[in-house]
């Protein structure tokens, strides 16, 4: 199935707006990044095509959530992002996995437990990456941020990590196992 992730995008975002130059921007720089770090794993066979188009996909729900800065003015909060970014992409009938890289790409993946015990706005689920192609994508996503102010700055792994830990330490814990495993 060949999936032209622009014709995608531009069901939901008018090309020339900020949110859709945010976006754009922002799933190219990730995309990049996770093909890069696909390119070192060669024993772990992650799939570059589907990462190609899956990370393009990735920030897709941003538009349904409120974040001025980015140019999104919906209804739902920022946190939310992903797992309604999987909901568009299931209900255009894509394969599963394109929405589950969404919904498990924010921080380093939500666990059901930490959305019960934080009172989160999001379904009771596990949303935390498992295939290699997640756990590639939602660690590149990390490296760049979509906030005009900071979207020109290099994010050491390092500050990846400290930025993690004032979520909650098992993400800080996650996201530091990846790292090694990726030598990032
Ligand atoms: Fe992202």
């Not at 899956?54 to 209804?75: N, P, V």
Request: glycine share 6%; proline share 6%; hydrophobic share 35%.
């Amino acid at each position: 199935m060949k999936i032209d992730p622009f014709l995608i995008i531009e069901k939901f975002y008018q090309p020339g707006t900020k949110s859709y130059d945010i976006l754009v921007d922002h799933s190219r720089i990730v995309t990049e990044k996770s093909l890069d770090i696909a390119g070192r794993l060669p024993h772990l066979n992650p799939d570059l095509g589907f990462i190609q188009t899956a990370a393009m996909l990735h920030d897709i729900g941003i538009f349904l959530t409120r974040s001025e800065s980015i140019g999104c003015f919906g209804k739902a909060p920022y946190v939310c992002h992903g797992y309604l970014g999987r909901e568009l992409l299931d209900e255009l009938g894509l394969p599963p996995e394109y929405g589950l890289v969404s919904e498990r790409h924010t921080g380093a993946g939500i666990t059901k437990e930490n959305i019960r015990l934080n009172n989160l706005p999001l379904p009771e689920r596990d949303m935390v990456p498992i295939s290699i192609e997640e756990k590639i994508i939602c660690a590149a996503d990390k490296y760049h941020s979509k906030n005009p102010k900071f979207s020109d700055r290099n994010i050491t792994t390092a500050e990846v990590i400290e930025e993690l830990q004032k979520i909650n330490s098992d993400h800080a814990e996650r996201f530091t196992l990846w790292a090694e495993a990726f030598r990032l």
